[in-house]
């Protein structure tokens, strides 16, 4: 499986995405994230766009439509390295291919205890690697950071406990 990434304009990810889907048969979509809110004590699970501006396609075969892709109406830049005919590489890749497993959505997340450290299971992220830096017991709530294009990014998600032999 290829993967690729374009930024684009932020209003326009879900007609870019829909675009490349019926004019290039290719599976893509802009990323979404299950987060909890609590309304009068009770939580609630809403769906919400995640990393505004990014549209992840995915491929077969290696894209070549790039010119007529770019062309788009809304389509800003790629990412990825002209040399690597701008597939995703690295921590790029891993944190794409994570999000090609789940359906383009980043769900509620599994962690476990490991000594006085909470942890995110391992097949949440497949290779993909996040820390959790601040976590909200109360609210079943965990801050994880990673890295992507580039640029450190924190996110709150939704967690559940698991058992600690169920732990990788």
Known sequence: MYSYCFFCNTVKCALVAAAIRQKFGYDAFSPKIVQRKWIKGTCHEEIR???PGYVFVYSEQPITEFREIR????VLRYLGQRDDGYQLMGDDRRFAEMLYANNGTIGIMKAYQEGDRVKLAKDMLG???GEI???DRRKGRAQVQYNFDG???KVWVGYEMIDDNAAP
């Not at 062309?71 to 809304?74: A, C, Q, R, S």
């Open 49 to 51: 766009d995640y990393l």
């Open 151 to 153: 640029n450190s990014y």
């Open 71 to 74: 062309l788009m109406e809304g």
């Open 133 to 135: 830096i601040k976590l």
């Open 127 to 129: 290779d993909f690697e």
